[in-house]
């Protein structure tokens, strides 16, 4: 006698409900962006999707990789180490709310070519691994 067992997956995939936990997370503190902007006014938290985006993981999961910048003004009359520290953090609880694995916190970097600029970015890496069928549309059958 075969035991099957009925999965039941979940409506959104945790790249979708991390963008409410990290906006829920940042209660308004920072602007948020789910894609790059042309000009970017710290503080602001931007999702983009890592390198490799997508890339086999074990047991038949899929790993999806996020890279989450957080901008800010080396200028600012506040601790910036403190400022840093804390947002990578948040992202990190919020990363771990959704099911997902916050791995690292790079140190600043400028987000242009532009070295006048006082806008640095921290770019913080969480991947999160499900089914292929999970981030696939409805219909659709895996290769």
């Not at 790059?36 to 938290?45: D, E, G, L, Q």
């Not at 490799?52 to 600012?76: C, H, K, S, W, Y």
């Not at 400028?110 to 069928?133: A, G, Q, Y």
Request: net charge negative.
């Amino acid at each position: 006698m075969a035991l099957l067992l009925e999965v039941s997956l979940p409506d959104q995939t945790g790249p979708e409900r991390l963008i409410e936990a990290l906006k829920e997370e940042f209660d308004g503190e920072v602007s948020f962006h789910e894609n790059f902007p042309p000009n970017i006014m710290p503080p602001a938290v931007i999702l983009m999707s890592g390198d490799p985006f997508l890339a086999p993981g074990t047991n038949g999961m899929t790993e999806e990789r996020l890279d989450i910048p957080v901008a800010f003004n080396i200028t600012a009359k506040h601790l910036i180490t403190e400022q840093m520290r804390r947002n990578c953090l948040k992202i990190r609880k919020a990363t771990g709310l959704v099911g997902g694995v916050w791995q690292r916190a790079s140190g600043p970097v400028l987000p242009s070519e532009d070295t006048n600029s006082p806008t640095r970015l921290i770019v913080n890496t969480v991947t999160f691994k499900h089914p292929p069928e999970l981030i696939l549309e409805q219909g659709e059958e895996t290769p």
